[in-house]
C-alpha cells in the first residue's frame, strides 16, 4: 500500500505574479475610485484574472486592501549606515517617502477610516501591517546592542519595542498625512534627536 499523503492542498498552486497584479490593480483602483466604489470586480478586470481568482485568496476588498498596503511596508529596509542615530534618520526618511506615494497615502487613510467602526479590519491592520513592521525596531535595536550603543536586554524587550514603534510611525504618519508638511533631512535629524535623547534633546 501507497503511503498516505498528508497535509496536501488541492486545487491550483497559488501565482506570486498573479498576486502582485492584483494587489497592484487594488491599490490603484483605490487611488482612482476611492473606497466606496472600489469593487472585487473592477480589481479582477484591471489585473486580467477571474473574480474567483481573488475571492479564493482574500473573503473580500476588506482583506485585499489590507494586503495591497502591507505588501508596500514591507519593501521597507533598514539599511546599516554605521551608527543607531543615522539607522533611525535613514528609516524615517525611507517611511515619509513611502506615505508621499499616492498608492501608500489612499489606500491608508481608507483602511484606517474604514477600521474605525471594523473591530475586525483592524486586527488585520495590527496582524499584517503593524506587528509585522515592528521587525525594523527589533533589527535597529539589535544591531546597535551589537555596537555597543544601548544596554543588552533586561527582561522582556516587548513593551519598550512597541514604545518605539508607535513613537516613530506615529509621528511620521502625523507629519505627512496630518500636518501634511515634509519630512526632510532636517526635520529627521530633529525628530531623532528628541527620540534619543529626549525632551532635553542631548543625545549626540
Not at 498573479?18 to 469593487?39: F, M, P, Y
Not at 511596508?73 to 534618520?89: I, K, N
Not at 508621499?100 to 473591530?119: I, S
Not at 513592521?133 to 535597529?140: H, P
Request: aromatic letters at 4%; one cysteine or more.
Amino acid at each position: 500500500m501507497c503511503p498516505r499523503e498528508t497535509g496536501r492542498r488541492t486545487g491550483r498552486p497559488r501565482s506570486a505574479e498573479a498576486d502582485r497584479a492584483i494587489l497592484d490593480a487594488a491599490r490603484q483602483a483605490l487611488v482612482e475610485t476611492g473606497w466606496g466604489k472600489l469593487t472585487m470586480g473592477d480589481v479582477a478586470a484591471r489585473a486580467k484574472v477571474a473574480k474567483t481568482t481573488l475571492y479564493r485568496r482574500w473573503s473580500g476588498k476588506n482583506e485585499l486592501v489590507v494586503d495591497a498596503v502591507a505588501a508596500l511596508f514591507d519593501e521597507l529596509e533598514l539599511p546599516d549606515r554605521g551608527s543607531l542615530r543615522a539607522d533611525v534618520e535613514g528609516v524615517v526618511l525611507q517611511f515619509a517617502a513611502l506615505l508621499e506615494q499616492p498608492a501608500t497615502k489612499t489606500a491608508l487613510m481608507a483602511v484606517v477610516a474604514e477600521a474605525t467602526h471594523d473591530q475586525a479590519l483592524r486586527r488585520r491592520i495590527r496582524e499584517a501591517i503593524v506587528d509585522r513592521q515592528k521587525r525594523l525596531v527589533i533589527e535597529g535595536r539589535r544591531r546597535a546592542q551589537g555596537r555597543g550603543e544601548i544596554p543588552p536586554d533586561d527582561g522582556d524587550p516587548t513593551p519598550q519595542i512597541d514604545l518605539i514603534f508607535d513613537v516613530i510611525a506615529g509621528a511620521v504618519v502625523h507629519r505627512t498625512l496630518v500636518s501634511c508638511e515634509p519630512v526632510d533631512a532636517d526635520w529627521a535629524s530633529r525628530f531623532t534627536t528628541v527620540l534619543l535623547g529626549g525632551l532635553s534633546g542631548t543625545a549626540d
